[in-house]
């Protein structure tokens, strides 16, 4: 049964539009209804096309989209891509079947309604005041607006406090103090990463002497041990955790390596199942054993097959049995192989050399392996990716940056540090300790970030791309988040990405901004959000999940398949920043990114 707010939502929906609502009463069928509303959108669209109309331009453009997409979501064909009928289920409502749908569905349908009739409510009513005038004067009350927005901009990043803080760093000098106690160790075993390693936490029981856990967290660390799932973290790493459990300034913290309860047992029920969880599908397009290649000039090898630490939402941890694993490191065999598929492949110009986290290798096999790649004459860049900097910063020693930078020769190969930062509060002395040695051997670093419901409130990203780029790390990619069930929980909706892209990431300077917000098409590779063109909606759930038709980077290059693909939606993901204090009004718009 549904509850008072979801019929005052139904009204709502079916008051917005009287045109909307005359078609859904007279049309006989579903069919006549769906051509009735074509029909209905056709002539809107016509009107914004041939006529002179009050709206303003930018409202027109949003309109345009709106009808493109309610076109899209009447579509028989993209109802057949998506398996769902969004029409049946409106003409279904309207005739008083409620069942299954979701505030977020009636949620879609009212802000694409206001879209369409040009009331999306995004704009001001009047332009602003500085129009008014031109010259010096007009340039003054610009500034005076600027002003507000930077000062806006500011006040959110704020909100989120760097690890490199006199507080925050307080805090973690305290946290130090706490767990070299436990261990028994000293300022030195500290700085020493092969100590770090040794030490490295495995259980809840020693976490919970470390730092304040809470009984969830206690338990779905329990459970994933015992489900053989991998769990670790590196004493460097627990000192970055606040010792309350609020998770008010370390929940990125936490959850990037505390797993919940619903990914353990999700997890444990797919692997009890025997269900695949390379969801990427790398197998698919590993031409020999330890590479991977999605795209022309570009591979992937993966000579090791563990981590220092355990990033619960990690795309390849169905490959990694556990943190700092014995016999992790590839076969001989299999590595001189992959070395002799790339001497052979002079399409290729770079190598990322993943894992697993390389950086955890010795200096010698380093070495090794740079030295191989060196000689490949048609490798221009060896790319290194590790969480290193940021999980275990003593790792990046003299020697190891000395290797580095011995291959990086300008002008013939880059060697180049891919990390994997998600937060401001990771952001610490340290790290930046660590990127000012690779800088000063010429290494440069770039973050890869995945976007999650931990790092996507109004500006927190924002305030990680100023961060980085303070302590000398390039913002590369932002990652939308995919997967499968195991990471709902962790997932934003695409639209969220695209807002913060527009409305975020593009006030900062543009030296702050120079990451794409991209999607890993499974088994093709990325997409890139940005580019509107790539992608398109095609349906909208009963429960508010919205399906996108992703076009390949492929596309107008050679023929290849689409992919289809159903994200969370936007209701779930509002309703879960409620929860974390968020006012839902200042995320308004998220509605009209498609
Ligand atoms: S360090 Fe990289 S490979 Fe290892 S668990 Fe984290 S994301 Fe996965």
New binding site residues.
């Given amino acids: 049964m549904q509850n008072d707010h979801f019929n005052s939502k139904m009204e709502h929906l079916f008051k917005i539009d009287p045109n909307f609502h005359d078609i859904l009463r007279k049309s006989k069928d579903v069919d006549d209804l769906r051509h009735n509303l074509y029909e209905y959108l056709n002539s809107i669209e016509k009107m914004l096309y041939f006529e002179n109309t009050v709206f303003p331009k930018l409202e027109i453009i949003n309109m345009k989209e709106c009808i493109k997409t309610f076109k899209n979501v009447l579509s028989p064909k993209n109802e057949k891509l998506a398996g769902f009928s969004a029409i049946t289920a409106l003409w279904k409502l309207y005739r008083g079947e409620t069942s299954g749908i979701s505030l977020g569905f009636l949620n879609e349908f009212i802000y694409l309604l206001k879209g369409i009739n040009g009331k999306s409510g995004i704009y001001m009513e009047k332009f602003p005041e500085f129009f008014k005038f031109s010259g010096r004067n007009s340039a003054v009350l610009r500034s005076k607006d600027l002003d507000k927005l930077s000062n806006e901009v500011e006040y959110y990043i704020g909100r989120y406090p760097s690890g490199l803080s006199k507080k925050v760093s307080e805090k973690r000098k305290e946290n130090k103090k706490r767990i070299l106690n436990y261990f028994g160790a000293n300022e030195e075993n500290w700085n020493d990463w092969n100590w770090q390693l040794e030490n490295v936490v495995i259980n809840s029981k020693t976490l919970e002497n470390l730092v304040a856990l809470s009984v969830s967290e206690k338990n779905a660390i329990e459970k994933a041990r015992q489900n053989n799932i991998p769990f670790g973290i590196t004493p460097y790493y627990v000192s970055l955790m606040d010792n309350t459990t609020d998770r008010k300034y370390d929940h990125a913290v936490r959850a990037q390596v505390i797993p919940p309860l619903n990914y353990v047992e999700k997890t444990a029920e797919a692997r009890n199942s025997g269900e695949s969880l390379d969801f990427m599908g790398e197998t698919d397009t590993s031409p020999v054993d330890l590479v991977t290649r999605r795209y022309p000039m570009i591979a992937i090898m993966k000579p090791y097959e563990t981590?220092a630490q355990?990033?619960v939402y990690?795309q390849?941890?169905w490959q990694?049995k556990d943190v700092f694993s014995k016999n992790a490191l590839a076969k001989k065999e299999s590595v001189e192989n992959a070395i002799e598929w790339f001497r052979n492949n002079e399409s290729i110009k770079e190598v990322l050399l993943t894992?697993?986290?390389p950086g955890i290798l010795s200096e010698e096999y380093l070495a090794y392996l740079l030295s191989e790649f060196s000689e490949i004459k048609h490798l221009e860049r060896i790319r290194i990716g590790t969480?290193t900097p940021v999980v275990l910063p003593q790792r990046i020693t003299d020697e190891f940056t000395e290797v580095l930078g011995h291959y990086n020769e300008p002008g013939i190969r880059e060697v180049a540090v891919s990390t994997?930062i998600e937060h401001v509060y990771e952001v610490t002395k340290d790290l930046k300790d660590a990127v000012s040695k690779l800088k000063n051997n010429g290494i440069y670093v770039y973050n890869q970030q995945v976007f999650t419901v931990e790092n996507s409130r109004r500006f927190e990203t924002s305030a990680l791309r100023k961060a980085l780029k303070l302590v000398g790390i390039e913002p590369y990619y932002l990652f939308n988040t995919k997967g499968k069930e195991e990471t709902v929980n962790y997932r934003v909706p695409i639209a969220r990405a695209l807002q913060e892209r527009k409305e975020e990431a593009r006030l900062l300077p543009g030296y702050c901004r120079t990451d794409s917000t991209v999607f890993n098409v499974p088994k093709l590779g990325k997409n890139n959000l940005n580019f509107y063109q790539d992608h398109d909606l095609i349906m909208i759930l009963k429960d508010g999940s919205r399906v996108y038709e992703f076009h390949p980077w492929e596309k107008n290059i050679a023929l290849t398949k689409t992919y289809i693909y159903k994200d969370v939606p936007i209701q779930n993901y509002l309703n879960e920043l409620k929860r974390r204090g968020e006012k839902i009004e200042d995320y308004q718009s998220i509605w009209y990114y498609f």
């Fill in positions: 981590c355990i990033c990690c390849r941890n990694i894992g697993g986290d969480r994997h």
